[in-house]
Every structure is written in C-alpha cells, then in structure tokens.
C-alpha cells in the first residue's frame, strides 16, 4: 500500500495502535502557510536586527482563531532559551508574555519575571520592578519581546492605557529589542492611541482564508500530509474543500480542531480517510452559528 499522501515521518506513525494515533493526532502540530512564513521571516529580520535608539517593531493582528499565536510560539520555538557554552547561566533570546486583562504597569513586569523565574515582591512599586526588568532581561540577552492579546489594553481607562503604551515604549527603547504586538483588530486601535509608539510599528495582517484561493488548497493538502492516515482523503478536492470551509468560516485553528476531530473519527471507524459523510456525522457548529445559538440561550 501506498501512502505518499503523506509526509515521510507521518508514514512512520502508522506503525502506531489506533489509541497511540490518535494521541498523536490529538497534539498540536504546525502548518507552514505562505504568509505565515513571510511574517516568520519578518520576525527573523527583526530578530537580527542591530541595536539602535530606535528599533522597529511589528504588529501582527487578525481574527480570533486564526494562528497568531501558533505563529508566534512557532518563532518562540526557533529560539529557545538555552544554557551558556559554560553551563552557568541561560540565554533567553525572544521573551515571549501575554498582556494582563487590564493595562496594568505593575502585574505586567510580574509575569515578565515570572516568566523569567526571577524572585521578586509583588508589594515592591512598578519602579523597582522595572530596574529588575531591565537587569535581568540584559543579563539574559532576551533579543526580543513579544505581547499577545495586546487588546486587552483597551480594558482600562485612557490614563491606563496611556500608561501601558509608555511601558511598552520604555522597555524597547532600554533594552534596545523589538517589541511584536499581537492581537485581534482592536490591538490596532490600542496601539494607536500612542502615535509616536505607532509610527514603529509595521503591520502584519493574517487575513481569513478564502475558499477557491490556491493557498487554501495547498493548506488541505498539508493538513492531510500531517495526519496519519491511511488512506488518501484528498481534502482540497471541490466538494470536501468546501464542506470543511463552510464549517469552519476560513479559521485556520477552527480547520485544525475540525480536521483533528474528524482524523480520530475516520480511525474509530475504520475508513481511515476523512470523508464527506464522515463530516456531516460529526457533532460540530460553525463559529458564527455559535455565537447566534449563545445569544438565543440569553435572549439577546
């Protein structure tokens, strides 16, 4: 039997007992994408960048659901933290935090040294916490930081805001790195609020994909390469390309639950490949069909 449907190191999976399949089908799993790889090799452009009094950054924005955050632990994963040549030390080259649910100076450099297993005290001001920000970030060689949910921002009041922008602003003009903002499309209005922040800011849109787009196909195909069945299910033919695009509505994260959940069905029953009928037995709704069932439930 043949299975050039899929990638060499997929094939050997099928070595594997169904329950081991479908733990592996079951764990995350990146899919290189044209765009996703152009923002990748922006990253790696400001990644590289040369220190100076005024660094570039990027912000990446797109729907909820649409693998900005896969993408950026993806590039987090291509720069690891890792131990000196002497053993006596860690670098921690890209610096990656999700931003509290309010613009909050303080719980901000919290999770930063939380995230950089340094002990501090949460009663210290917002100003010590900086000076022990700014040493142990320089002391590690972090090259980068990273915001995800940049959004959350807009969460506090205008003086909130206005102060958090500042942070922002002061931890990439210290420590001379890159900042990239992530977020859905209100993280654009947040990051506007500052205009001198924004004017350093270039934009990295990941749009919804689009069904007949050749892009899109090639998606299928390297979801499909990636699961190991099998059988041949070919996605990106007419019909099941676009049954699987009316139920997920162009999210590239909704595609990757949907496939992964028809991926074990296709192994409990036995075909082994993913079908029209297999699809429409699932127990799945659309994203927008989601929120119009929510709001009927509330009574909105």
């Known amino acids: 039997m043949s299975f050039e449907h899929l990638t060499p190191k ?58 900005k955050t896969a993408l950026v632990k993806r590039f987090c994963n291509m720069h690891p933290a890792e131990d000196t040549p002497e053993g006596d030390a860690i670098i921690f080259p890209v610096l990656y935090i999700e931003c509290p649910p309010k613009p909050d100076e303080g719980r ?64 990439g003009n210290k420590l001379k790195v890159p900042i990239v903002a992530v977020g859905i499309r209100e993280a654009y209005n947040a990051i506007q609020a500052d205009a001198q922040l924004a004017n350093r800011f270039e934009l990295a849109p990941l749009p919804r994909w689009r069904l007949g787009d050749e892009d899109y196909e090639r998606l299928l195909a390297s979801f499909e390469a990636l699961l190991p069945l099998r059988e041949s299910s070919s996605l990106y033919e007419n019909q099941v390309a676009n049954k699987l695009f009316s139920m997920t509505e162009g999210y590239i994260g909704e595609l990757s639950r949907l496939l992964s959940k028809a991926a074990e069905g296709a192994i409990q029953n036995g075909e082994e490949r993913i079908t029209l009928n297999l699809l429409n037995s699932l127990d799945w709704v659309a994203p927008s069909d989601r929120k119009r069932q929510m709001d009927k439930i509330l009574g909105i």
């Open 108 to 171: 901000l450099y919290d999770e930063i040294l939380g995230k950089l297993y340094q002990k501090f005290k949460e009663r210290d001001n917002a100003g010590k916490k900086l000076s022990q920000v700014l040493k142990v970030c320089e002391k590690i060689g972090v090259r980068m930081i990273i915001l995800d949910e940049v959004q959350h921002i807009l969460a506090g009041s205008g003086h909130q805001q206005r102060l958090f922008l500042n942070v922002i602003k002061t931890l």
């Open 10 to 67: 997929t094939q050997e999976l099928l070595e594997l007992n169904n329950d081991e399949r479908i733990k592996v089908i079951r764990s995350s799993r990146w899919v290189g994408y044209p765009r996703a790889k152009q923002v990748l090799h922006k990253l790696e452009e400001l990644f590289n960048y040369p220190k100076n009094d005024r660094m570039p950054n990027l912000l990446i924005i797109g729907d909820t659901n649409n693998g």
